[in-house]
């Protein structure tokens, strides 16, 4: 069965420090990958997605992630972390013939330190 | 995105009785999804909706029920409201498969 990981939970970075969140998916063919963010009592706010082609994405916010099919890694990378930046990122597959649905990681939590 | 509001946005209810939550858009989604959000567990989808009266059951649709009569509306019901339900509910909405997916701000169901 496809599956998503994200490995770390929690994750705290100083502000202007770099960041990268990790997602590993499970499936046989290129996927469509997703990342979205939420804020405290909110819903999810797309960053960036992949559908196909160049596999270094840009986004929203000055993030950007990198599809690498070997590793079957679609990592969210930001060379400088801002204090709004903290909230909770979820990486997301979807997958030919499924209709659409995405299946989502646990998510990982940001916290940013001043 | 503006484009999908959720109501009511808390509820509080208490076990066995059903519950309805809506999920309105004004974006012209063909697809439209529920979701339920729990710690630790992230997103899980419940129901899906792929047109107007066409439904199909997600992960975890045991004790739940939807409706979509028109492409505006798609109607999330509890049919006998349990304590396992307490969550946060996500609807979205999606032009097609694969597209990237919209999300309404969540409703909180609490089940006392």
């Known amino acids: 069965a496809q599956s998503v990981t994200q490995p770390d939970i929690h994750i705290t970075v100083s502000e202007g420090a770099s960041l990268e969140l990790r997602c590993n998916y499970s499936?046989?063919?290129?996927?469509?990958l997703f990342w979205y963010v939420q804020s405290p009592g909110q819903g999810l706010q797309l960053l960036l997605k992949?559908?196909?082609?160049?596999?270094l994405v840009q986004g929203i916010k000055g993030f950007e992630a990198e599809f690498k099919r070997s590793q079957s890694s679609f990592n969210l990378r930001k060379p400088s972390v801002h204090w709004s930046d903290a909230a909770e990122y979820f990486c997301?597959?979807?997958?030919?013939?499924?209709?659409?649905?995405?299946?989502f990681g646990k998510g990982t939590k940001l916290s940013v330190k001043p | 995105d503006a484009g999908i509001t959720q109501s009511p946005r808390h509820k509080v209810t208490e076990t066995g009785t059903p519950v309805t939550l809506r999920c309105h858009q004004t974006e012209n989604h063909r697809y439209m999804y529920w979701y339920r959000q729990d710690p630790g567990h992230g997103l899980r989808l419940i129901h899906y909706?792929?047109?107007?009266?066409?439904?199909d059951k997600g992960e975890v649709s045991d004790g739940y029920s939807v409706s979509r009569s028109k492409t505006e509306d798609f109607l999330l019901t509890l049919e006998s409201a349990t304590s396992s339900q307490t969550s946060v509910y996500f609807c979205?909405?999606?032009?097609?498969?694969?597209?990237?997916?919209?999300f309404g701000p969540g409703t909180r169901l609490t089940v006392t």
């Open positions: 499936y046989g063919a290129t996927p469509y």
């Open positions: 909706s792929y047109g107007v009266k066409d439904t």
């Open positions: 979205a909405g999606a032009g097609g498969p694969g597209d990237e997916q919209y």
């Open positions: 997301a597959v979807g997958y030919g013939g499924s209709q659409g649905n995405l299946i």
């Open positions: 992949y559908f196909s082609g160049d596999t």
